[in-house]
């Protein structure tokens, strides 16, 4: 039987399908508005970027929202915000209407980044905060994967205007989440800030933690100040250091720009539009099955050893693809196993990993503004280089290698910081984190 931190924890996690589904559903209609709305390269990037902007904005301001409103309240907002996203960029005929939709769209995607992971840390076990947390990134690549495979399903469905098709179609799981909000309670780490400790006991028992008298008298001791704490007062310095790093270079692997230029990539690599859609599919297949694989073992291997194993990975096939393409007269067919083994070593590593350690690592009385920060970190950089990519390729025949070259780089570095830097949280209770980075 399925416990009742699972239930509600998978509830919370269908944020993150909507998160993924919103991430990558661009990936197929970006040629087509591209060619609709007569787009150069820099206003192209702009309007991919677009949603990337807005998730920036809501990851920085939902940390404050989420800690005066609670975790269940701000997640039904974020529900409906992504169904108005849906709808609007459907119907829109204007490039102005349909860029503030998704805009719109990407405030909910930065607001779940940070809101869904959160709350699901709060609720869980320690024993199981791991495996319950990566449910989150296990609904992102479960979404991307629909997404990857609703685009090759509804290519051509409706002629040209197939792409509203791809759009719209996030309106259905996004009222699906809405309804099971209604289902869930409130964190009961934030009732124990708002001094509810009494509601607080009741669902920490009915979770199966049963030492919650225990939890919530040390909740009050790590949190003395409550809402009047501060994240910037430098007591968090560690936290705040390992959030931003990391943060940088899950962007800094260049997963965003495949995500939302893959049919472009394979072109560029020698397919045709038709089988550009289908090997998407399966770099989304391959993203599920491997971040499935990675939830199976974070609370046995831990964060670290992952990372270390993903980031050595992707060095490999980041440099593979990058010498791929850097012939601009030779179409290399093998790009298509190099990006499938990038995928599977980011989504076993980084992308299985970063909501979970980021959400871990901070105290309660600045755990959404910690949360926040990452988030917006994460979302900044995913901006730039998503926005940059298309840039780069059309603008130099080596830009694919340029691109691609950069990355493998950069999760060099990352690993050397992982290596070096990085703690280790798995097992341990939020609070027992706390006290080993010396946050009293």
């Not at 495979?149 to 791809?166: A, H, I, P, Q, V």
């Not at 909740?219 to 310095?237: D, I, Q, T």
């Not at 072109?267 to 491997?290: P, R, T």
């Not at 130099?396 to 990352?414: H, Q, R, W």
Request: charged letters at 15%; one cysteine or more; proline letters at 2%.
């Amino acid at each position: 039987m399925i416990s009742y931190a699972t239930r509600i924890a998978l509830i919370a996690a269908l944020g993150g399908f909507l998160f993924g589904f919103e991430t990558a559903v661009i990936s197929g209609a970006e040629g087509t508005i591209q060619h609709v709305w007569s787009l150069d390269s820099f206003w192209l990037g702009f309007t991919v970027a677009s949603s990337l902007i807005g998730t920036v904005i809501g990851s920085l301001i939902i940390g404050g929202i989420t800690q005066l409103n609670g975790r269940r309240t701000v997640l039904l907002g974020i529900a409906i915000v992504y169904l108005l996203s849906a709808i609007g960029c459907a119907v829109t005929s204007q490039w102005i209407i349909f860029v503030l939709f998704r805009f719109l769209g990407g405030l909910a995607v930065g607001a779940s980044s940070v809101v869904g992971p959160m709350y699901i840390s709060e609720i869980s076990p320690a024993e199981s905060r791991g495996r319950l947390a990566g449910l989150f990134q296990l609904n992102i690549v479960g979404g991307i994967l629909v997404a990857y495979l609703t685009n090759y399903l509804l290519s051509g469905f409706g002629g040209e205007d197939s792409w509203r098709y791809m759009l719209g179609i996030m309106a259905v799981p996004a009222l699906i989440f809405a309804v099971l909000l209604n289902f869930i309670p409130e964190s009961p780490r934030w009732l124990v800030l708002k001094g509810r400790d009494q509601e607080a006991t009741k669902i920490f028992h009915k979770l199966g933690q049963m030492g919650a008298v225990e939890l919530i008298k040390e909740e009050h001791e790590l949190a003395m100040n409550g809402v009047k704490e501060r994240l910037f007062n430098g007591k968090y310095n560690k936290p705040i250091f390992y959030a931003i790093l990391l943060a940088m270079f899950n962007q800094l692997s260049g997963i965003n720009a495949i995500l939302y230029y893959a049919p472009r990539i394979f072109e560029m690599a020698g397919f045709d539009k038709a089988d550009a859609f289908q090997q998407s599919v399966y770099v989304g297949l391959a993203n599920f099955i491997f971040t499935a694989l990675a939830m199976t073992v974070i609370d046995k291997f831990g964060r670290k050893k992952l990372l270390l194993i993903g980031a050595a990975g992707m060095v490999l096939f980041l440099s593979l693809t990058a010498f791929s393409f850097s012939d601009p007269l030779v179409a290399d067919r093998k790009v298509i196993y190099y990006l499938i083994g990038f995928i599977a070593f980011f989504a076993f590593s980084q992308g299985a990993v970063i909501w979970v350690f980021i959400s871990e690592i901070f105290p309660n009385a600045v755990r959404s503004q910690g949360g926040s920060l990452g988030s917006f970190t994460h979302w900044i950089m995913a901006a730039i280089i998503s926005w940059v990519f298309p840039v780069i390729v059309e603008g130099n025949v080596l830009g694919g290698y340029y691109s691609f070259i950069f990355y493998a780089v950069m999760m060099f570095l990352s690993f050397l910081f992982i290596w070096r830097v990085m703690p280790e949280t798995k097992g341990k209770t939020l609070e027992q984190i706390q006290k080993e980075l010396g946050i009293k």
